[in-house]
């Protein structure tokens, strides 16, 4: 048994509102045990509550707002991992095969849940004899128990306030016209609003402006492209940037990375799974 990749924190804010929208390359396990908020996630949103248990699965855009102080547990782990702790007889890949699920604990399995996070962040490896196995044990329990509750759960009913029925259609319009040239005069026009009225009530039902989301889509579409093995030049095309540069640009500033590196690094990774 070797030492597998993961990163589980437990993190307390008094206040606790992530500044943008993101999405990474590994699945996130949240167990928030504080205080309720909400979670945007691709383009719906949803309550975030104490004894409930999110899913947020890889390459998915989303944003989590809490109301007030805020603790939670946030495991990362990826595909890859998932796919190296898997045996033919206990598969665990499908944990991370939807974008979003959640799945309320009753008192008893959150309490079962919360021991075994604890566990695992008592579990580390230190490099000491052993300890590398002890936290895949502690990993492998948690996951063990993860996975059956996530089996019969669903991505659950999202926030239909009324600030989110305006913007709903709009969200809809943005992600079906994403290869398209899309500016804030231009979605107004099709809704027959003004631009400022446009900014105003999407920060308003979503907590973010119109354009990060459209920039951010553009990026997690051209991941995926790039993904496919499509070139750096089409995959900017694809995802609706006119200018190749800036689409460059764009890519290292949100991902860290340059889009040809993407691919690359993407292609090798695929490779090492594929031959082990």
């Known amino acids: 048994m070797t030492s597998v990749d993961f990163h589980l924190q437990l993190n307390h804010n008094d206040s606790w509102n992530m500044s943008r929208l993101h999405f990474h390359d590994y699945n996130e396990l949240l167990l928030p045990l504080t205080s309720p908020g909400n979670i945007f996630v691709s383009d719906q949103i949803y309550p975030l509550r104490r004894g409930t248990l999110y899913l947020i699965g890889e390459n998915t855009l989303h944003r989590t707002m809490a109301t007030g102080a805020h603790a939670r547990y946030v495991l ?23 974008a979003f699920r959640q799945a309320p604990l009753s008192g008893q399995s959150l309490n079962r849940l919360t021991e075994l996070f604890q566990n695992l962040e008592r579990n580390k490896n230190d490099g000491s004899f052993g300890s590398d196995t002890r936290q895949t044990w502690a990993l492998l329990e948690l996951l063990l128990c993860v996975v059956p509750i996530f089996r019969m759960s ?32 231009q979605i107004a026009g099709e809704f ?17 402006p119109v354009m990060e989301y459209i920039i951010y889509s553009r990026i997690l579409k051209a991941r995926q492209l790039l993904q496919e093995g499509v070139s750096v030049q089409q995959a900017g095309e694809l995802s609706g940037f006119s200018d190749n540069s800036h689409f460059i640009r764009t890519f290292g500033h949100l991902t860290g990375t340059s889009p040809g590196r993407y691919a690359r690094d993407y292609q090798s990774s695929d490779q090492i799974l594929l031959n082990n």
Request: glycine share 6%; hydrophobic share 30%.
């Open 76 to 98: 990362h782990i990826s595909q890859k991992t998932l796919g190296q702790l898997s045996t033919p007889q206990t598969d665990l890949t499908p944990l991370g095969r939807d």
């Open 154 to 185: 669903t991505a659950g009913e999202s926030i239909c306030n009324k600030d989110f029925l305006r913007v709903s259609p709009i969200l809809d319009y943005i992600r079906q016209n994403l290869t398209k040239p899309l500016t804030l005069d």
């Open 192 to 208: 027959y609003i003004s631009k400022h009225y446009l900014c105003r009530i999407f920060k308003a039902a979503t907590g973010f």
